[in-house]
């Protein structure tokens, strides 16, 4: 089946400072990509997604472009604020399960002032 | 209100014991998921179900078992829980498609002593 890995945390920043968090896939064909997110004491929440080659995902900030070249779908933010701590999940379809989502470790991310 | 809403939010209880977690959607989704978190290793898969008549195991069934009541319910039971149940539990919907995402419900953090 498809899995998926991303950066080890956990990821500690300053605010206004540069954010990438690394995640590579291998996976039949090409499915969607997503990121979730998971504030303190919430469940996930989708962050952004791409649905083909080369779609670049966006929302509050954040961004990911799906390279198919390099199967990778990173996660990129230019200026971190404290509001962005949270555990930083990325997912694909499980492949063998229509339907099903298989999901990275999760990056816990904290952002200092 | 909450799309997904889960129950208990806390629960302590002790090994041996039989434990209910419910699930409630609005979203009128036929897809419905239970996965459990656990520090480390993402979200795992518990089990799933496409409709009211469809069940299916995940990764990790094993100690589980559930029951889709109706289209927007979907129960996790625990016949005799352990210590390494302790865990946070989440229910997710997804509308069908692959590649659509999953809306996740707030999350049971279970504790088995």
């Known amino acids: 089946g498809n899995s998926v890995t991303q950066t080890e945390g956990p990821v500690t920043l300053s605010e206004e400072a540069f954010l990438t968090i690394n995640c590579t896939y291998t996976a039949t064909g090409y499915p969607s990509l997503f990121w979730y997110v998971q504030y303190p004491g919430e469940g996930l929440q989708l962050l952004l997604k791409a649905t083909k080659a080369d779609d670049k995902g966006s929302n509050k900030g954040f961004e990911a472009t799906y390279r198919k070249e390099t199967t990778s779908f990173h996660l990129e933010k230019g200026s971190v604020q404290v509001s962005d701590s949270a555990v930083y999940f990325c997912a694909l379809p499980g492949g063998t399960s229509y339907g099903k989502l298989t999901f990275g470790q999760g990056t816990i991310l904290t952002v200092h002032p | 209100d909450a799309d997904v809403t889960q129950t208990p939010r806390n629960r302590i209880t002790k090994t041996g014991k039989r434990i209910m977690l419910e699930c409630s959607q609005t979203k009128g989704h036929d897809r419905m998921y239970w996965y459990r978190q656990d520090p480390g290793l993402g979200l795992r898969l518990i089990y799933y179900s496409f409709d009211v008549k469809d069940i299916n195991k995940g990764e990790i069934s094993d100690g589980y078992s559930v029951s889709r009541q109706a289209q927007a319910k979907f129960s996790l039971s625990l016949e005799s829980a352990i210590p390494n149940q302790t865990a946070l539990y989440f229910c997710?919907?997804?509308?069908?498609?692959?590649?659509?995402?999953?809306?996740f419900g707030p999350g049971t953090r279970l504790t088995v002593l």
């Open positions: 997710a919907t997804s509308g069908g498609t692959v590649g659509n995402e999953q809306f």
